[in-house]
Structures are given as structure tokens and as C-alpha cells.
């Protein structure tokens, strides 16, 4: 037996871990301070009226003999397909049902999808960047390359013609930056992707905080991308279903080989999102899901401007928060990520990410989030403007 050693390739993810044990040796030696967390990637708000109803009766149907249902298609069911087939149609983007795969989720298929590739294939990755695009593809054996995200091009690189690759993953809006691709950026990676013959994965896991209608959503609005482009989404933060686990995947079918291969994959190891669980995302797509899901984004962006207001007037530069969750500011005083967090803990108790987490263009970056209560977020941006004597 030979193991896979490409794992002990990978970075021990510190993160985290560092984070939870600095709050807890903190909160052991002060227990009278009250410590407000807006370093969560996770949503606070619960599910929607229309989902849990959703859930409800379909959980019904499951003890009734006539309408209880064992296995199912493993790319999902036609009603969820078609609901995302509306919703797309909505932005002019057509789709067939055959393109749609329904999974637990953007993570596992950002993971999964890699048994597509070659192990041969180079691979770019935006840094800083959701963590889990380099370790799928360092587990591979994959080389992984990095097109540096920075103040200069407002976090959002362009194609660099001398880096020769074959996987290329985008994430608009941005996590951690919350930064947001324009049309004309996306069509510049598009024609890019098309002459050097690679793949864009597009994770647009935050589609649903973008707020402006220029602003593209989904890859497929761009001229040409149904050719070089495989799109990512979830219904985590979209509709709160970090717990109850849903998304889908679109490879279009125009990507011949790539979408026969994806049904073949996920047929063969993968065996379907539970009944229930696409009776509850099918809810999202609903009139009455629409509405209030976007009541519950709204909450989390009115909590995003309470941050950027209160940066605005301390005087610190960011990014992000308009179009995402994210809020990723620049520390103060050229700290470092780890010492802005620590100055944080130890003076206002309000814990944030450490920007160096997502890369090394993070370093002396900090990440904030919209996804706290906004009682909390309130508070802990006016203890901000005490630390900044504002
Ligand atoms: N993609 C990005 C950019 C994310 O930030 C996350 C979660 O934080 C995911 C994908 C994972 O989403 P899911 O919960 O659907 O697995």
C-alpha cells in the first residue's frame, strides 16, 4: 500500500484553530468581557417561511406510502432543475436541464470536479482566495500557480498571457475580499481562457449580495463562456443553508466531454441531495422564497454598511461590503493581520479574520463579516470608533 503523499504537500491550516484557542485563553483570563465575533463565515439567520414549509411537507410525503421516495436521480430532480433553469432565464442565461447537477454543495463540487483533469494540468488561482481551490488541487498532486490580488487592481487580477495554465478558478464577489468582476473584466478572462484552450471554474457562491444589475452574477452572461466555463453556486449564503446543504453545478453541455464525464462521476459516486432538502431549495426559487431570502441578504447588508460607515470615519481603507458579505480592510498603522487581530481581542474584544489566512497577498489585510446579529455589529463598530477615538 503507498499512500497518497501529495497530502503531507499540504499547509497545516492554522486558521482557524488559532483563532478559536487566542478567544478562548482570552475569554479564560477575562471572563467579566463580552466578545463579539465578526469573523464568521457562517449565517446566523434562520431558514425562510417558504423553506421550512417546504421541508415540512416534504417530510410528510416521506411517511405516506403513495409519495415516499427512496433514491433519486443522482444529478437531482427536474423540479429543482427547473426552478434554476427559471432563475437563470431571469438574467437572459439559458440553460438545459441536462446542465444543472444538484449537489450537497459548492465545496464538495469545487473538490469533486477535479477527477475531471488531468493530473498533468497547471493550475491559477486568485491569492487571496477561499482556501479550499489550492488544497483540492495540491491533494492532486497538481501544480498551482498564483495571480496576485492587491490594492493596485482593487483585488481583482486580470490575465497575465505569460503564465501558462490550464485550470483557472474565479470567485466574484470575492471571498475574502468581496471584491466584484465587471462585465468587461469577465469577458477579458473569457477570451483568455478560450485562446490558451483552459477551463475557468467559476465559484459564485455570493451571486446573491450583488446588488447592482451591471454587474454579472453568473459567468454565462458573458459572450463565449459556455465554451470555457464551469459555474459554481450555493445556497448557503444565498439562503442560509449552511446546515441543511445544497447547490448546483452547471457544466454546460456545449463543454462536451466535461458534462457526459460530470454525469458519469457523480452517478457513479455520488447518489443525490435528499428529497426533502431539493423540496426545500426548489422553495428558494419560488416567488415567496425570492422575497424572503432577499430580506434576510438585506439584513446582512445593512450590517455591512454599519462596518463600512464606521471604517469610512476611522479613516481605514477597505474594500468589499457592497456586493458581499465581506468587508476586507487594510490594518491600521501597518500592523500585521496577526497583530491588528490581537490588538482587537485585547482592546475591544471583537474578533475578525486575519487576512494572511487567504494567501500571502493578505498579509496586513483583515477580513470582517456582515453575518453577526446587527446588535452586535452595531456594538462592536462603536467600541471601533472609541479604539480610533472617533
Ligand atoms: N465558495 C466560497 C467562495 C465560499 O466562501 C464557500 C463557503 O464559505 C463555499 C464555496 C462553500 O459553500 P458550500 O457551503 O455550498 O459548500
Redesign the pocket.
Known amino acids: 500500500m503507498n499512500i497518497n503523499e501529495n497530502y503531507l504537500n499540504l499547509e497545516q491550516s492554522y486558521l482557524f484553530s488559532t483563532i478559536a484557542k487566542k478567544v478562548i485563553d482570552f475569554s479564560a483570563k477575562n471572563p467579566d468581557k463580552k466578545i463579539i465575533r465578526l469573523g464568521i ?2 449565517v446566523t439567520l434562520p431558514l425562510c417561511k417558504a423553506v421550512i414549509e417546504a421541508l415540512h411537507k416534504a417530510v410528510d410525503e416521506m411517511g405516506v406510502q403513495e409519495t415516499f421516495r427512496g433514491y433519486g436521480p443522482e444529478q437531482g430532480y427536474e423540479f429543482l432543475q427547473t426552478a434554476i433553469k427559471k432563475y437563470y432565464l431571469k438574467r437572459n442565461v439559458e440553460l438545459n436541464i441536462n446542465e444543472i447537477f444538484i449537489s ?7 473538490g469533486n470536479i477535479l477527477d475531471l483533469f488531468s493530473k498533468e494540468n497547471t493550475v491559477l488561482v486568485p491569492d487571496p ?2 482556501p ?1 481551490y489550492v488544497d483540492t488541487n495540491v491533494m492532486a498532486g497538481r501544480k498551482v500557480i498564483f495571480s496576485n490580488a492587491n490594492r493596485e487592481n482593487e483585488f481583482l487580477p486580470m490575465p497575465d498571457a505569460s503564465q501558462k495554465v490550464d485550470i483557472i478558478y474565479i ?1 466574484s464577489p ?2 475574502p475580499t468581496g471584491a466584484v468582476y465587471s462585465k468587461e473584466q469577465l469577458k477579458k478572462w473569457v477570451d483568455y481562457a478560450k485562446s490558451i484552450k483552459a477551463i475557468i471554474l467559476f ?1 459564485a ?2 451571486e446573491c449580495f450583488i446588488s447592482d444589475d451591471k454587474l454579472p452574477k453568473s459567468i454565462y452572461e458573458i459572450e463565449g463562456a459556455k465554451e470555457c466555463a464551469i459555474e ?6 444565498t439562503a442560509g ?2 446546515g441543511t ?3 448546483y453545478t452547471i457544466v454546460p453541455e456545449s463543454l462536451d466531454k466535461l458534462n457526459k464525464f460530470w454525469l458519469r462521476r457523480q452517478t457513479t459516486k455520488f447518489n443525490g441531495v435528499p428529497y426533502i432538502i431539493q423540496r426545500a431549495a426548489e422553495a428558494v426559487f419560488s416567488e415567496s422564497g425570492q422575497k424572503e431570502i432577499k430580506e434576510n441578504i438585506q439584513y446582512y447588508k445593512e450590517n455591512a454598511k454599519i462596518i463600512s460607515e464606521t471604517l469610512d470615519k476611522c479613516g481605514i481603507w477597505y474594500t468589499g461590503g457592497k456586493h458581499s458579505p465581506y468587508i476586507w480592510l487594510k490594518c491600521p498603522n501597518g500592523m500585521s493581520s496577526w497583530e491588528f487581530f490581537d490588538y482587537m481581542l485585547n482592546n475591544i474584544q471583537v474578533v475578525g479574520t486575519p487576512g494572511a489566512g487567504f494567501g500571502k497577498n493578505g498579509e496586513g489585510f483583515f477580513r470582517l463579516t456582515s453575518f453577526g446579529s446587527k446588535e452586535n455589529t452595531i456594538e462592536a463598530m462603536e467600541r471601533f470608533k472609541k479604539l480610533f477615538k472617533i
Open positions: 463565515g457562517d450537497d454543495g459548492a465545496k464538495s463540487d469545487l482566495v477561499y479550499v470567485c470575492n471571498n465559484d457562491a455570493y459554481f453556486c450555493s445556497l448557503s449564503k443553508f449552511t446543504r445544497c447547490g
